[in-house]
């Protein structure tokens, strides 16, 4: 049975005017257009539901759909904005947006936010800075001690955490992004600026050097 975004069929739930995305976000209409070429691909890379799935994503984005990635799982949490386990086509320009050169730093240090919220109770505490840090040195496959990966942490909150609650509320956080703007730079992504029917690959390298934690 072929894909059901092939020719002539309908347009799946989730599915939205290109002009109404347009309208929202920094992509012109032909572009959204483009886009939704580029997600009937992935969507249909492996289940052929009209939606992309987690592993559909994580095919994308590391050309495989078994290998698991926690930075893969984060951000397919959050374009899938309504929390129903895959990503709508309105899903997908939305979340693109942010990484659009157009897009305002506010934007793209909100979503910083929300990435780094592993709880996604509206502050970043201690122990989850701690599994971020340990998540990328698993990416570079490095180890280091308790003691030292204990040390990275202590000296980022010692640096973002203003007030000393033990946490790091949002305002705090544009403060910290502010002092550290490298933690941002690989939230733009200069291609989406001139989208065309040639998409290149949706392709997110998510080694460390491409998240730039200096702490």
Same mark, same amino acid.
Not at 37 to 49: A, P, Q
Not at 52 to 71: D, G, M, T
Not at 192 to 210: R, Y
């Given at each position: 049975? %072929?894909?059901?975004? @092939? ?13 109404? &995305? +347009? ?10 257009? +483009? ?14 539901? %009209?939606? =992309? ?21 984060? !951000?397919?949490? &959050? ?5 129903? %386990? ?19 730093? +506010?934007?793209?240090?909100?979503? @910083? ?10 502050? !970043? ?52 992004? @502010? ?18 029917? @040639?998409?290149?690959?949706? =392709? ?12």
């Amino acid at each position: 049975m %072929g894909c059901v975004l @092939a020719k002539k069929a309908k347009h799946p739930p989730g599915y939205e005017d290109p002009t109404i &995305l +347009a309208s929202e976000t920094s992509f012109t209409v032909n572009e959204v257009e +483009a886009l939704y070429e580029l997600f009937k691909k992935l969507s249909c890379s492996k289940f052929k539901v %009209g939606y =992309i799935h987690k592993e559909e994503f994580q095919l994308a984005l590391l050309r495989s759909s078994q290998r698991h990635n926690f930075f893969a799982d984060r !951000i397919f949490d &959050l374009f899938d904005i309504n929390h129903n %386990g895959v990503i709508e086509f309105g899903e997908f320009v939305r979340s693109l947006n942010v990484f659009h050169p157009n897009t305002s730093e +506010a934007e793209k240090i909100a979503f @910083a936010f929300k990435l780094y919220d592993l709880r996604q109770v509206g502050y !970043i505490k201690r122990e989850e800075l701690k599994e971020m840090v340990l998540a990328i040195l698993n990416e570079l496959e490095l180890s280091l001690s308790d003691d030292v990966v204990d040390t990275i942490v202590y000296q980022a909150f010692i640096q973002a955490d203003l007030n000393q609650d033990g946490k790091i509320d949002t305002e705090e956080w544009k403060e910290f992004i @502010a002092q550290n703007p490298s933690l941002i730079k690989k939230m733009t992504l200069p291609y989406l600026k001139d989208v065309t029917m @040639a998409f290149p690959s949706f =392709i997110v390298n998510s080694k460390v050097e491409n998240i730039e934690m200096n702490i």
